[in-house]
């Protein structure tokens, strides 16, 4: 035992230890890649189920259709008739509709300023009170004017009129039928549901005059398309990346499928073949939603409240199905909400769709992201550990006959135990991680006509700052940072970014997968004072993944100008509560700036820093 625990503490000081971490980090990074590839193959998902037996989908007979239809486009020539008018004409259209309907209606004002843009409106809603019901729970239609790609819901919103005049004539309600019409799909939902939770800021948003219950769940209507239709849309993401239970995607596809014969998608695959490429594609196009955060409906709003919500989208021509049918799912999506005692809460919030009916669960996906966070965290930890002692050179005579003779013996290198200088590495990381806040602020509150200029400005100061940092460090302080001091600013570097990515994974899996990702080679960079070709090439390359590049390519990529991006951003910001840009400027942005001055370092020589 005693020798065990000698060899133990042998191995312990073994300088070769010190050079397992990085590939170590490496194999993280790979595991934690092909991780997440092997999660749209059936043996690592899961098929769907309805967990909530109160919620009993399909399993009611559904009335609306014959004579409905006729209410349909009566209300569909009434829409057509305010197309042109203002929001305030509009409503007070709609008004007499739902005050003929016998109905409580509201109207609330809202608005809100963002990059030099006021984004003003009034929302109108009607309450249709549970004849079984005393107003503690209430159910939620949207139907705004226009959908997320500013196109006129005409159909949407007409079907929600004749679905409103439907479900008044019913007594088996037990709890509120909440129409909302929103002027819009971005802000006006969020004014509304802000204000529906008292969470309002009063000098932008107006209080609403009248209310009901606890939101049990929320439907959005997006049928701005024209003619029959294939199938329906189910599009889900919340802000920042918040999803709504699984329970309420399951109970509209087993409704649309089992009990109306209709097909349905997600994430804008509406030809799914069901293997691994369409699986992958999936996949990754919820993880991007997720990453960006932003609104894709007028029900992103409602999840942060904890309103499980949903947004419903015919798409394809040419099918059979018509707007009774749509009509039909959400009458029967209303009646299994209708069924709940209390709120979805026995399937899963954290979740991958792999397709309609495949998931993967996040006891499943986590470890893809963790790991790939964990790789900064080890790297960290081997740079504490090695800035802990110093190389120096000894001597060593061979034998007695060298010694005698007066020959030098072999040089070998040694580790002995140094102190840590973390004064100034503390205070360059720090200072760069509160450096994030100054385009986070600038970019927030930049007028949308200079966002494209001021990014511009933003991305050359960027790539200039790195090197004036490093000029600074090296030739204009008393004493330039040695070696052990560049270790210890990596270190700490990482330390922070390995901890803020760990924690983000379990509330916004995919960002910090994206982030973690992109951010990898800063596991790697180093000073390199004795070639500068290498130090130049190694900066280079380190700037094709700086935040200012990627997002421009991003933007390309994506057909999408910059300006919009930034300005959707600081919408995001102003309006939803979006964290996105938080984390780019101020946890991605800060690691790869210090990551940039670790490579341009020059770490002051030992001989000089004994002469100083």
């Known amino acids: 035992m005693p020798r065990l625990i000698s060899a133990v503490m042998a191995l312990r000081r073994d300088p070769r230890l010190l050079k397992v971490p990085p590939y170590l980090s490496l194999l993280c990074i790979i595991v934690g890649v092909v991780w997440l590839l092997m999660l749209p193959l059936d043996e690592y998902s899961r098929r769907t189920y309805i967990s909530e037996n109160a919620l009993l989908p399909g399993q009611v007979h559904t009335y609306f259709g014959g004579s409905d239809q006729n209410v349909f486009r009566a209300y569909r020539h009434e829409v057509d ?66 959908n997320i790609q500013d196109e006129f819901n005409r ?26 019409v929103p ?46 239709f294939e199938s329906v849309h189910v599009v889900y993401d919340g802000v920042n990346g918040q999803l709504p239970n699984l329970d309420l995607i399951n109970s509209v596809i087993n409704i649309a499928s089992g009990q109306m014969g209709m097909g349905s998608s997600l994430q804008g695959l509406h030809r799914h073949s069901q293997r691994y490429h369409d699986n992958l594609k999936t996949v990754l196009r919820g993880m991007l939603n997720q990453a960006l955060g932003h609104a894709v409906g007028p029900h992103s709003a409602f999840i942060p409240y904890h309103v499980d919500a949903i947004t419903l989208q015919p798409v394809g021509s040419g099918g059979w199905h018509d707007e009774m049918g749509l009509g039909r799912l959400v009458e029967g999506m209303c009646r299994s909400l209708n069924n709940l005692l209390e709120k979805l809460h026995q399937s899963f919030f954290f979740y991958l769709l792999v397709h309609k009916h495949r998931f993967v669960s996040i006891g499943t996906y986590l470890p893809s992201a963790m790991l790939v966070a964990l790789n900064y965290t080890i790297m960290a930890i081997a740079l504490w550990i090695k800035s802990g002692y110093r190389e120096a050179d000894s001597t060593v005579v061979k034998d007695e006959k060298s010694k005698g003779e007066g020959k030098e013996g072999e040089a070998k290198t040694i580790s002995t135990a140094a102190e840590r200088e973390v004064l100034l590495p503390l205070c360059l990381v720090a200072g760069a991680q509160f450096l994030g806040f100054v385009p986070l602020f600038i970019f927030n509150q930049t007028p949308s006509s200079l966002l494209t200029p001021v990014f511009a400005l933003f991305a050359l ?36 970014l390995g901890m803020f990515l760990s924690s983000l994974a379990t509330l916004n899996f995919s960002l910090s997968f994206v982030i973690g990702l992109l951010s990898t080679p800063l596991s790697f960079t180093r000073p390199w004072p004795a ?12 700037h094709l993944l700086s935040p200012f590049v990627v997002l421009a390519a991003g933007s390309a990529l994506g057909a999408v100008p910059l300006a919009r991006v930034l300005e959707e951003a600081a919408f995001g910001w102003h309006v939803w509560g979006l964290y996105t840009p938080l984390i780019v400027w101020c946890v991605w942005w800060p690691a790869w700036l210090v990551g940039q001055v670790v490579v341009l370092g020059q770490p002051a020589v030992a001989g000089k820093e004994k002469k100083a």
């Open 183 to 228: 002027p819009d799909s971005r802000a006006g939902p969020q004014a509304w549901v802000d204000a529906y939770h008292d969470a309002h800021d009063a000098s932008s948003v107006s209080s609403l005059p009248v209310k009901s219950g606890a939101l049990q769940g929320a439907i959005a209507l997006d049928y701005a398309s024209e003619g029959r």
């Open 461 to 496: 100061l960027n790539a200039g700052l790195p090197h004036l940092a490093s000029s600074l460090l090296t030739n204009h302080i008393r004493q330039p940072p040695t070696a052990q001091q560049y270790q210890l600013i990596k270190s700490f570097s990482l330390l922070l």
């Open 155 to 180: 159909n949407g919103l007409a079907l929600a009129l004749a679905l409103t005049r439907y479900f008044k004539r019913w007594s088996l309600w037990s709890k509120d039928i909440i129409l909302v």
């Open 81 to 146: 008739a305010l197309q042109n008018k203002t929001n305030v004409e509009v409503n007070d259209e709609l008004e007499k509709i739902f005050r003929g309907m016998g109905v409580k209606v509201g109207r609330q004002n809202y608005t809100y300023h963002s990059s030099g843009n006021t984004y003003q409106g009034e929302n109108v809603y009607a309450i249709l009170q549970a004849p079984r019901g005393d107003a503690t729970e209430a159910i939620v239609l949207v139907a705004a004017w226009k």
């Open 531 to 542: 070639s500068a070709a290498a130090r130049c090439a190694h900066a280079a390359a380190l």
